[in-house]
């Protein structure tokens, strides 16, 4: 009967090493150059053509032309916020180091970018509204400090109109997302 606790143990350890059943969930972190290549992506083979091919995206491979999906210019630096709050947290400043990196680097030197501020469903629309707004100039004053040019960011706070999950009370939604800016 001894060794059945001992295996136990041993399988606890492992989850703990492994993550295996960690109940808490480790934030995402990204480096510099992932957000380069994100916004930047390698430019197409010097073989590439630039014809137009009209047809379904299969028989335009067939024919020698590579059908490549846009680009999505979002980018979810997992900047999060706690429930009623602006302030970052430490995995958020940690996000937003590399990317006052990815912002100084000269592939991205001439970009410029909407920070987008979000907030879940709790509280009234105006109030939401107030606090995405709060939450995209927490991250613009943060990205400032680490010597981003802030002509090159804009802030925007869309409250709780963009929820990311299908819950739009669940704390996902309270986050910072930034496009680059096309327009």
């Known amino acids: 009967m ?33 957000i380069v290549k994100h916004f930047n992506p390698a430019p197409p083979p010097v073989s590439a053509t630039r014809g137009l091919c009209i047809g379904t995206e299969a028989d335009c491979n067939k024919a020698g032309h590579a059908v490549k999906p846009a680009a999505t210019a979002a980018f979810d630096l997992v900047v999060r916020f706690k429930y009623n709050s602006d302030v970052l947290e430490p995995d958020a400043r ?7 990196k990815a912002l100084k ?21 105006s109030y939401n509204l107030d606090l995405s707004e709060r939450r995209a100039q927490a991250v613009v004053r943060y990205l400032r400090e680490r010597g981003v040019d802030t002509a090159k960011l804009e802030a ?7 929820p990311v999950v299908a819950d739009p009370f669940a704390g996902e939604n309270r986050r910072v997302e930034t ?3 096309t327009e």
């Open 94 to 100: 940690v996000n937003l180091d590399e990317f006052a």
């Open 156 to 162: 925007r706070g869309y409250g709780q109109t963009k």
């Open 2 to 34: 001894r060794k059945q606790p001992a295996i136990t143990a041993i399988a606890i350890l492992a989850a703990c090493l492994y993550g295996v059943h960690s109940p808490v969930a480790q934030a995402q972190t990204y480096k510099a150059d992932d």
């Open 179 to 181: 496009r680059l800016r």
């Open 105 to 125: 680097t000269p592939q991205l030197g001439a970009s410029r970018f909407v920070v987008e501020g979000h907030t879940d469903a709790t509280g009234t629309p």
